[in-house]
């Protein structure tokens, strides 16, 4: 069974940070192109950053790049997302998803491709 759980959302001030983790099982992560999304209420699901587990090759949103890091643990099978300097507009439902590929990275991200997994989604809030 394909799993993508995701942890570390929570309430955190304007200018802290948080770090999510997205744990893997059920296909070869190596194969993989991970990525995180957020869906803010009223708004669309949007990629804010995405990784080739096999060459490390990263994509990130304008809006996060040089405050968010994504990375991946191939023996933990897990991918992370290490948020700092947060901002309100930051707040929304992260998703973690998967798609076979890891040259899919890009168009995961652009949503050009659609994931082949989701997971359940972790709230995140950054308070002003």
């Known amino acids: 069974e394909v799993q993508l759980v995701e942890s570390g959302g929570g309430l955190v001030q304007a200018g802290g940070s948080l770090r999510l983790s997205c744990a893997a099982s059920?296909?070869?992560?190596?194969?993989?192109?991970i990525g995180w999304f957020r869906q803010a209420p009223g708004k669309e699901r949007e990629g804010v950053s995405c990784?080739?587990?096999?060459?490390?090759?990263?994509y990130y949103q304008d809006s996060v790049r040089g405050r968010f890091t994504i990375t991946s643990d191939n023996a933990k099978n897990t991918v992370y997302l290490q948020m700092n300097n947060m901002k309100p507009e930051d707040t929304a439902v992260y998703y973690c998803?998967?798609?076979?590929?890891?040259?899919?990275?890009?168009?995961?991200?652009?949503?050009?491709?659609?994931?082949?997994?989701w997971g359940q989604g972790t709230q995140v809030t950054v308070s002003s």
């Open positions: 998803a998967a798609i076979k590929g890891g040259s899919s990275w890009f168009g995961l991200c652009t949503r050009r491709f659609s994931p082949d997994y």
């Open positions: 059920g296909f070869t992560f190596d194969d993989y192109a």
């Open positions: 990784i080739n587990s096999g060459t490390g090759s990263t």
